[in-house]
């Protein structure tokens, strides 16, 4: 069974960057939809950003529009999630997910979402 490893999480200053990466341990994953969630300690799941399966077409939180920027590389069966301008509300556990959903809109739903990684904890400061 195909997996999701994240990478690239870690403690930030706000106002600075950071880039999580997400490696899919199988080809197939390339012919998927991918999105990034994240939740914060005590509050649900949240939608952050997605991406069509050959990188097309993005769609992102109003939260984090115009700060991060979701990308893909289906040769390295990799996903991207570039964090700038962070803020302390940022400070989540971020997860990367796979879907076979074809419909943008629907890629804001986590239950959309057939396979999940194990999380990466962002921790912005004031």
């Known amino acids: 069974q195909g997996q999701l490893v994240e990478s690239g999480g870690g403690l930030v200053q706000a106002g600075g960057s950071l880039r999580l990466s997400c490696a899919a341990s199988e080809r197939t994953f390339s012919r998927y939809a991918m999105g990034w969630f994240r939740q914060a300690p005590g509050k649900e799941r949240e939608f952050v950003a997605a991406?069509?399966?050959?990188?097309?077409?993005?769609y992102y939180a109003d939260s984090v529009k115009g700060r991060f920027t979701i990308s893909r590389d289906n040769a390295k069966n990799a996903v991207y999630l570039q964090m700038n301008s962070l803020k302390p509300e940022d400070t989540a556990v971020y997860y990367c997910?796979?879907?076979?959903?074809?419909?943008?809109?629907?890629?804001?739903?986590?239950?959309?979402?057939?396979?999940w990684g194990q999380g990466t904890q962002v921790t912005v400061s004031s």
């Open positions: 991406i069509t399966w050959n990188g097309g077409i993005t």
């Open positions: 997910a796979a879907s076979a959903q074809s419909r943008l809109i629907r890629l804001r739903i986590d239950d959309e979402y057939d396979y």
